[in-house]
């Protein structure tokens, strides 16, 4: 096991890049099961996305992963199940349901277990795939789901716009008969690029990023061959180490148009941040910020995944804050490492009230989620002395080289082998 040693206090100078999405990579690697063959480019080298090859070749689908590009084919002996071993590691590995009951009409995928951020379960994907004809048992902490004749296009519409199961109906969608309508579908630029990703091998789908969308079922798809946006939460999480810790950072392949609420949060709180160019952001800090408020809401709100960093920051922020999350029903655990740091933050149901403080002190703390993780390395590269953050396979779950990268920029962050069994 490996922890961070972070000497905070630094400001940070220079020029990084974004590395490519987790949260858009994953459904496009499971999208790969509706095709004979996929070259997807961009994709960061995490523990998730490696988790979701595993997922693949374990089904029998033969993949070589090189310098951030995967290539998948279809092996001749599939295997139409995701195994609980792997499954326990990552959620998401639910979504290659949807593209295994569409492609071979019958999927055996472990129920994922509980989570750190909530229940979080995957009821509302289920019945979904039901409206499609599929036939779903929970047996023995599997999902058992069989579609003998193949899957039939339906009207679904969301209970709420789930980002999972918006991703897992619209992968069944492109192999059913006839058309599916998604209402109430989730509109996270996530979605769009997975739309793009399948459209772009021959799928049929409109509407992607509004909250209908519509598939014409096809009997087939091509090759995908698709390079995946940037990451949307790490290029949010560089502005709120700038903000936190001071300095100014060139910021490239940042996804300005779909980081609005975030921008626009950093910028009431005293953050320049300006477009360079479509791609490229400047970011400085102006020194102390200003407490800033927000709600944690579906795309385009505030994210829940920046909520844990941006809090990080308005810890010393002049003035109160009033942090708000709405998503997820347990998404607070930061809370108490940041206050081993000297954070003044009181928690009321699912509000967080932070009264910013004039410094951090670095402590031992221990990371308990990915964003979590991230929140403690915001909050370390501000602190005075040293900051370690054990536990930190969390942040490597999402996070492509953010030690080197800081590191780059002037931070002093170093990942060591931890004194401690985690
Ligand atoms: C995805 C993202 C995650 C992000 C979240 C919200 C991936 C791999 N993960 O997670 O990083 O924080 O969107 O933007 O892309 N819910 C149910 N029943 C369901 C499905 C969801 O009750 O069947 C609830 C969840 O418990 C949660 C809320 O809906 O409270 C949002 O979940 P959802 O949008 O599905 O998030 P994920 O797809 O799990």
Do not use: W
Not at 173 to 193: F, M, W
């Amino acid at each position: 096991m490996y922890k961070f040693v972070i000497k905070g206090g630094k400001p940070l100078k220079g020029k990084v890049r974004v590395s490519g999405s987790k949260n858009a990579s994953l459904p496009i690697i499971f999208a790969a099961i509706l095709t004979e063959d996929a070259v997807i480019s961009n994709v960061p080298d995490l523990r998730d996305t490696r988790t979701a090859i595993s997922l693949l070749t374990d089904m029998g689908f033969e993949a070589e992963f090189e310098g951030n590009r995967l290539k998948v084919a279809k092996g001749t002996n599939i295997k139409t199940e995701a195994d609980y071993e792997l499954v326990r590691t990552m959620r998401a590995s639910v979504l290659t349901l949807g593209p295994l009951l569409a492609r071979f009409g019958k999927a055996r995928v472990s129920l994922p277990g509980g989570c750190a951020i909530g229940a979080r379960p995957v009821d509302l994907h289920l019945k979904a795939l039901s409206k499609l004809g599929a036939d779903i048992r929970i047996e023995h902490g599997y999902i058992n789901a069989v579609a003998p004749g193949g899957l039939k296009g339906a009207e679904v519409v969301f209970d709420f716009p789930t980002v999972g199961g918006t991703e897992n109906l619209l992968m069944a969608a492109v192999l059913a008969k006839g058309k599916t309508v998604i209402r109430n579908a989730a509109k996270e630029p996530e979605i769009v690029d997975l739309a793009c990703a399948l459209r772009k091998a021959g799928a049929v789908i409109e509407g992607e990023g509004t909250d209908t969308i519509e598939v014409e079922g096809v009997e087939s798809i091509g090759t995908i061959d698709y390079t995946v946006m940037p990451d949307r939460i790490e290029a949010g999480t560089f502005v709120a180490c700038v903000a936190a810790a001071g300095g100014e950072l060139v910021i490239e392949e940042f996804p300005y148009d779909v980081l609005g609420a975030v921008i626009d949060k950093f910028k009431d709180a005293g953050v320049t941040i300006e477009k360079v160019d479509e791609m490229t952001v400047f970011v400085k800090s102006n020194g102390r910020l200003v407490g800033t408020d927000i709600t944690t809401e579906v795309y385009p709100g505030f994210p829940t995944d920046m909520q844990a960093q941006f809090m990080a920051a308005m810890c010393l922020a002049d003035g109160v804050s009033i942090i708000k999350e709405t998503i997820f029903e347990n998404r607070f655990q930061h809370v108490l490492e940041l206050q081993r740091l000297g954070a003044d933050i009181k928690i009321e149901g699912n509000t967080a009230v932070v009264r910013g403080v004039e410094k951090l002190i670095g402590a031992k703390v221990m990371a308990t989620d990915l964003r979590a993780s991230a929140s403690l390395v915001v909050a370390g590269l501000a602190a005075e002395n040293t900051t370690e953050i054990y536990r930190i396979y969390h942040l490597e779950r999402g996070y492509e080289n953010l030690e080197k990268k800081l590191s780059a920029l002037g931070a002093d962050i170093e990942r060591v082998k931890s004194d401690r069994p985690y």
